[in-house]
């Protein structure tokens, strides 16, 4: 059973330049967040896609965008890129909700030169 | 809104020593609980959770953990370690009344085994 698939896993960028990251949910889930994990912090939540809408979203400047697709699979694009966007980004997949069935994905490392 | 702390960054220990690793939560509404292990670069994978029930929960790889409702605390425990517990651990909470939320973690702590 394939968990979430994150792509690629590393990649090194420009300052002032776009990204984007990919991710594929685990089997059967719905539900797509994604999460910023900056060096020696804890992960902080970006956004959530449901039903290729943006459901919900934690406090990130619109440089920060994202798409779901009608296979559930999910992209998150980051335009202007700063160094202070340097980080880990996780997906998580989910069916629903909130009791804790969150699956994550290895993440992508983005450095920002 | 809701807040986790956790309140140490480093945990050396000796193997096969106990340890217990402590998380702190506000929140002014009820919250699930949940703690996450990373392995270096690796993603996170969930070691135990707390939804309802009994306040002693126990999760995979041998930890366990309370939920103390009074004290606002969701401490991990491991009665014997291994060095392959060495990781990073992260304790999160989703708030209960939400139709759809998604996940607060703490700054997590390092577990550092050494033999």
């Known amino acids: 059973d394939a968990g979430v698939t994150q792509s690629p896993t590393h990649l090194i960028k420009t300052r002032g330049q776009q990204v984007t990251l990919r991710c594929s949910p685990k089997s059967g889930h719905d539900t797509v967040s994604w999460y910023q994990q900056a060096l020696g912090q804890g992960p902080q939540f970006i956004f959530q896609?449901?039903?290729?809408?943006?459901?919900q979203r934690g406090n990130f400047p619109d440089r920060f965008s994202g798409h779901q697709f009608p296979n559930y699979s999910s992209e998150l694009n980051v335009n202007a890129l700063l160094l202070g966007d340097s980080a880990l980004y996780l997906c998580a997949s989910s069916l629903g909700g909130r009791e804790g069935g969150y699956t994550f994905g290895s993440g992508t490392r983005l450095t920002v030169v | 809104a809701q807040s986790v702390t956790q309140l140490d960054s480093q945990v050396p220990v000796f193997e096969e020593a106990p340890v217990e690793l402590r998380c702190n939560y506000s929140?002014?509404?009820?919250?699930?609980l949940f703690w996450y292990v990373q392995y270096p670069n690796q993603g996170l994978q969930l070691l135990l959770k707390?939804?309802?029930?009994?306040?002693l929960v126990k999760g995979i790889n041998g930890f366990e953990a309370e939920f103390n409702k009074s004290q606002t605390s969701f401490h991990l425990r491991k009665p014997s370690v291994h060095i392959s517990d060495t990781a990073e651990y992260f304790c999160a909470v989703i708030p209960t009344n939400s139709g759809y939320s998604t996940l607060t973690f703490g700054k997590g702590t390092m577990l550092l085994v050494s033999p």
């Open positions: 896609y449901y039903e290729e809408e943006e459901r």
């Open positions: 707390y939804l309802s029930g009994s306040t």
């Open positions: 929140s002014s509404v009820s919250v699930y």
